[in-house]
């Protein structure tokens, strides 16, 4: 269930894969861009519609302003309200935001005047500032802090903090009602759009109007935002549209996005500009590819079929995969060719594949909420499918002796099973109150680790499915990868609140500091075979290498892709480190040198991801209409043999993480 009214305004997350938005409906929702799920109840307490909303800069709260008079704070992981409400306004409250050291709010409100708060006691800081002779609409901070940017009427004002006195003259030109402002990431421009149908970008230090105004849209338009590297503009308007703009030249870029069946009042890009979010008064949400302009989520035209997983046999002779089409496929790993005719069997999404540990078997897990076993030899399911979890089943693995099979869910819960007979071996494990994202045993086979968008990470005894201990606490936003150490002394998370933290998987304590130094969510974690050293990827296109033992990092960053990295591993034997990239390449470096040996490994036309070979010292990646094998020999060097699919190809490889772009992580 989502607004029962329009969508008014919203806002990315600076840490995490969630949106929150605001509505008439008197409701604040926050939603899990990965799977567009609502995350929690909605947060009620204002008496009438919110008219803006805003995270803090470290993701921890959110700030909403209404027709109410009222301003309010939340705990963005909780969803309570924090402290008593701000009141101050005589009138409906226009605009939100917090100071970019996150000490202090600023508000306008339709009284004309703007008031600047503490955010930790939500005390006035200072008297109000009467800014305009009409109501004001939207207000802003530069970067800095030192100055806060306000649009009402026809004109917008800059305001010094410190003093708060206005800074140069009123900038004028627009001939309809301001309806939206923002500066710039560098802080040099200053955005705006109008009633009257258009766009303008001004000089912040003088004041003067940048260019001519943007025009294209028919009708007012409500909503414009900077791309984070400040190269776009969007906006969104009366005519259910949402444009692209260059700044530099002006010029529209591409075609108008559009899907909205109902005029758009708020736009914003995602913190690392890679995905638009949109809100509009047909009380719906969108997210959009902010390069490609497609709907996040809806297949491509072209392609119709995503691959999920890809993982090798024990043998390294084969590889299986998993597809949106419903179908597994099994093909030579030497050669490339399909083996026989596909696996069919689930009536929906197969979105992991797993081989037993002695390689008779295949296990796969499905959106039809099943679990299915193969015989390898026949191609034949074995038994019935195994039924039970009340939500797509999202990872399955087996136990190290290949007696058991551990599966979990978005119905937030873990479930064992009978390798032989596929019988449930005792209850489901309950504990966690959200989607459930990774599953792992122990490497003795003792104990079971899970991870969840709750965010915690809990484990369970493998024999009696108990508890064992408590939750291990800590991060902040959902946990997306988990791994055990090889000697299983320890356990390592990752999470899009841009840590990784190393737990005792004994006591479940913390070992340590969190691992910092990633500028975005991560995307994967995993311990070198010696169990010395830990490597990381992350959206924010960099892989790094930690001490095991003491949390530091070992080196710079190793820079080289140039977009997402959605996968990293070593080789068998820790030489080398693979990882892989939205950029659509994969690089192999130098463990020791921590250099990349040779140029990327180029191929795949659209995003690479990996799985991880057992044997061989070979690396699987996939993509689009094909599968790559890569011989990781730097004697031989880098050597792609093709795994064309049938005609129907496969659109996009997705795993656990985010939907439609992460690799699947195969132990």
């Given amino acids: 269930m989502g607004h029962t009214h329009w969508v008014t305004c919203l806002a990315y997350s600076p840490v995490g894969p969630r949106v929150?938005?605001?509505?008439?409906?008197?409701?604040?929702?926050?939603?899990?861009?990965?799977?567009?799920?609502?995350?929690?109840?909605?947060?009620?307490?204002?008496?009438?519609?919110?008219?803006?909303?805003?995270y803090s800069p470290d993701g921890r709260h959110i700030v909403s302003g209404s027709d109410d008079k009222t301003i309010r704070i939340w705990d963005a992981e909780s969803g309570d309200p924090v402290g008593d409400p701000l009141k101050g306004h005589g009138t409906s409250i226009r605009g939100v935001a917090y100071s970019p050291d996150g000490r202090h709010i600023v508000s306008g409100s339709y009284d004309k005047t703007i008031?600047?708060?503490?955010?930790?006691?939500?005390?006035?800081?200072?008297?109000?500032?009467?800014?305009?002779?009409?109501?004001?609409?939207?207000?802003?901070?530069?970067?800095?802090?030192?100055?806060?940017?306000?649009?009402?009427?026809?004109?917008?004002?800059?305001?010094?903090?410190?003093?708060?006195?206005?800074?140069?003259?009123?900038?004028?030109?627009?001939?309809?009602?301001?309806?939206?402002?923002?500066?710039?990431?560098?802080?040099?421009?200053?955005?705006?759009?109008?009633?009257?149908?258009?766009?303008?970008?001004?000089?912040?230090?003088?004041?003067?109007?940048?260019?001519?105004?943007?025009?294209?849209h028919i009708g007012h338009v409500y909503s414009v935002s900077y791309s984070p590297d400040g190269r776009h503009i969007i906006s969104g308007a009366d005519d259910q549209t949402i444009r692209t703009w260059n700044t530099k030249t002006g010029a529209p870029v591409g075609k108008p996005l559009e899907g909205h069946t109902d005029p758009i009042k708020c736009v914003t890009y995602s913190?690392?500009?890679?995905?638009?979010?949109?809100?509009?008064?047909?009380?719906?949400?969108?997210?959009?590819?902010?390069?490609?302009?497609?709907?996040?989520?809806?297949?491509?035209?072209?392609?119709?079929?995503?691959?999920?997983?890809?993982?090798?046999?024990?043998?390294?002779?084969?590889?299986?995969?998993g597809s949106n089409d419903s179908l597994i496929r099994i093909w030579d790993a030497e050669t490339g060719a399909p083996v026989d005719e596909p696996l069919a069997g689930h009536t929906d999404s197969v979105v992991c594949v797993?081989?037993?540990?002695?390689?008779?078997?295949?296990?796969?897990?499905?959106?039809?909420?099943?679990?299915?076993?193969?015989?390898?030899?026949?191609?034949?399911?074995?038994?019935?499918?195994?039924?039970?979890?009340?939500?797509?089943?999202?990872?399955?693995?087996?136990?190290?002796?290949?007696?058991?099979?551990?599966?979990?869910?978005?119905?937030?819960?873990?479930?064992?099973?009978?390798?032989?007979?596929?019988?449930?071996?005792?209850?489901?494990?309950?504990?966690?109150?959200?989607?459930?994202?990774?599953?792992?045993?122990?490497?003795?086979?003792?104990?079971?680790?899970?991870?969840?968008?709750?965010?915690?990470?809990?484990?369970?005894?493998?024999?009696?499915?108990g508890l064992v201990g408590g939750p291990f606490e800590g991060h902040t936003f959902g946990i997306s990868s988990i791994a055990y150490s090889p000697d299983g002394r320890y356990i390592i998370?990752?999470?899009?609140?841009?840590?990784?933290?190393?737990?005792?998987?004994?006591?479940?304590?913390?070992?340590?500091?969190?691992?910092?130094?990633?500028?975005?969510?991560?995307?994967?974690?995993?311990?070198?075979?010696?169990?010395?050293?830990?490597?990381?990827?992350?959206?924010?296109?960099?892989?790094?290498?930690?001490?095991?033992k003491t949390g530091a990092s070992v080196c710079d960053p190793l820079k080289g892709h140039i977009e997402e990295v959605t996968s990293t591993s070593y080789s068998p034997d820790g030489r080398h480190i693979v990882s892989t990239s939205k950029d659509k390449t994969i690089r192999i470096w130098d463990a020791n040198a921590v250099t990349s040996p040779g140029d990327p490994l180029k191929g795949h036309p659209s995003t690479a991801m990996t799985g991880r070979s057992s044997q061989g010292g070979q690396d699987v990646s996939y993509t689009e209409n094909m599968v790559q094998i890569w011989n990781a020999d730097p004697v031989r060097g880098a050597v792609p043999s093709d795994l064309h699919l049938d005609q129907n190809g496969l659109e996009q490889c997705a795993g656990h993480g985010e939907r439609g772009t992460n690799g699947v992580y195969i132990d």
């Fill in 271 to 321: 913190p690392d500009g890679r995905y638009i979010v949109s809100g509009s008064t047909d009380k719906t949400i969108r997210i959009w590819d902010a390069k490609t302009g497609a709907p996040f989520g809806e297949p491509s035209k072209a392609l119709t079929n995503w691959m999920y997983s890809a993982i090798y046999s024990p043998d390294g002779r084969y590889i299986a995969s």
């Fill in 493 to 548: 998370s990752g999470s899009h609140d841009k840590t990784i933290r190393i737990w005792d998987a004994e006591t479940g304590a913390q070992v340590g500091d969190p691992l910092e130094g990633h500028t975005f969510g991560i995307t994967s974690v995993t311990y070198s075979p010696d169990g010395q050293h830990i490597i990381s990827g992350s959206s924010d296109n960099t892989i790094r290498i930690w001490d095991a």
């Fill in 115 to 216: 008031r600047i708060w503490d955010a930790e006691t939500g005390a006035p800081a200072g008297g109000p500032l009467t800014c305009h002779t009409h109501d004001v609409e939207k207000v802003a901070y530069i970067p800095d802090g030192l100055n806060i940017l306000c649009g009402g009427g026809k004109t917008i004002r800059i305001w010094d903090v410190q003093t708060g006195d206005p800074v140069g003259e009123p900038l004028k030109g627009h001939t309809g009602w301001i309806t939206s402002v923002a500066y710039s990431p560098d802080g040099r421009h200053i955005v705006s759009s109008s009633d009257d149908s258009t766009i303008r970008i001004w000089d912040a230090k003088t004041g003067a109007p940048v260019g001519e105004p943007l025009r294209g």
């Fill in 354 to 465: 797993v081989y037993s540990p002695d390689g008779w078997h295949l296990v796969s897990s499905s959106l039809d909420q099943t679990i299915r076993i193969w015989d390898v030899a026949t191609r034949a399911p074995v038994g019935n499918p195994l039924k039970g979890h009340a939500g797509p089943v999202l990872r399955v693995v087996y136990s190290p002796d290949g007696q058991h099979i551990l599966s979990c869910s978005s119905d937030k819960t873990v479930r064992i099973w009978d390798a032989q007979t596929g019988a449930p071996v005792g209850k489901p494990l309950e504990g966690h109150t959200e989607c459930v994202n990774d599953i792992s045993y122990s490497p003795d086979g003792r104990r079971i680790v899970s991870s969840s968008n709750d965010p915690t990470i809990r484990m369970w005894n493998a024999e009696t499915g």
């Fill in 20 to 54: 929150v938005s605001g509505s008439a409906d008197k409701t604040i929702r926050i939603w899990d861009v990965e799977s567009g799920a609502p995350v929690g109840d909605p947060l009620k307490g204002h008496g009438d519609f919110i008219r803006s909303i805003a």
